[in-house]
């Protein structure tokens, strides 16, 4: 646990890094109805295409160091409230 402690402090630093470089980023942590965590993490973020977030998220320390079973998918933006838009699909939703 102290390891998997560390890499979350990397992956924290990972994050914080990349939002100061310009990348549209939240991260996070699951939580039960208890608001206990346990239940994994959600990383969202802005690319221009599924290769690029592929090549991009492989960096974060938590999957480089193998301590996450992680999947990659890409969401299509609904012109409701979107938390994070691609440039192109502004013109959707109009």
Known sequence: MEQ?????RAHREW???EK?????????FLV????LP????LLIFAANNFQ???N???????????LV???????IVDCEEPLIVRSEDLNKCK
Do not use: C, Y
């Open 15 to 17: 994050v914080d890094q």
């Open 4 to 8: 998997r402690r560390i890499f979350i």
């Open 69 to 75: 079973v992680w999947s990659l998918s890409e969401w």
């Open 38 to 41: 346990g239940g994994g993490g």
């Open 20 to 28: 100061d470089k310009g990348r549209t980023i939240h991260s996070g």
């Open 56 to 66: 991009w998220v492989q960096n974060d320390p938590m999957i480089r160091q193998g």
């Open 32 to 35: 039960d109805e208890n608001r």
């Open 52 to 54: 690029e977030a592929l």
